[in-house]
């Protein structure tokens, strides 16, 4: 399986931006946001590794199961708050924009052909708790 040019190998770990993705056995994938520093908090890179993520893992044949965890004391504090500092400077348009893009990102899970599990390890606040949904 390969995601911006890494191979997931069937054991081993394979680091993106803002997760570590295992193939556990040939039929289970585990993801786990890896930013243990800030809660799990999700950065808009992370919004495209889910992305990218859920194609990977619906076109994998051999996949049966994407089990979504965090690293660390939480399960996802929602958004960076030091990114969603940064949203009151974009105009109206982009705003929007983003938002869709991110919402899309999250109910992508719900939409995947394969089973998505949420082990949630601790808090899931805001975004958090949607993707544990």
């Given at each position: 399986?390969r995601l911006r040019g890494l191979t997931y190998r069937l054991s081993g770990v394979s680091?993106?931006?803002?997760?570590?993705?295992?193939r556990v056995s040939s039929e289970i994938v585990v993801a786990r946001l890896n930013r243990?520093?800030?809660?799990?908090?999700?950065?808009?890179?992370?919004?495209?590794?889910?992305?990218?993520?859920?194609?990977?893992?619906?076109?994998?044949?051999?996949?049966?199961?994407?089990?979504?965890?965090?690293?660390?004391?939480?399960?996802?504090?929602?958004?960076?708050?030091?990114?969603?500092?940064?949203?009151?400077?974009?105009?109206?348009?982009?705003?929007?924009?983003?938002?869709?893009?991110?919402?899309?990102?999250?109910?992508?899970?719900?939409?995947?052909?394969?089973?998505?599990?949420?082990?949630?390890?601790?808090?899931?606040?805001?975004?958090?708790?949607?993707?544990?949904?």
């Amino acid at each position: 399986m390969r995601l911006r040019g890494l191979t997931y190998r069937l054991s081993g770990v394979s680091t993106v931006e803002t997760l570590d993705v295992e193939r556990v056995s040939s039929e289970i994938v585990v993801a786990r946001l890896n930013r243990p520093e800030r809660l799990n908090a999700m950065t808009f890179e992370m919004f495209d590794e889910f992305a990218n993520l859920q194609q990977e893992v619906d076109n994998d044949p051999t996949a049966r199961v994407l089990i979504v965890t965090g690293t660390g004391r939480a399960f996802c504090a929602g958004l960076d708050l030091d990114l969603a500092a940064t949203l009151p400077d974009m105009n109206a348009a982009d705003l929007l924009a983003w938002q869709e893009s991110w919402a899309r990102s999250i109910a992508g899970f719900r939409h995947m052909d394969k089973p998505v599990i949420a082990a949630v390890n601790g808090a899931a606040a805001g975004a958090g708790m949607a993707l544990a949904l």
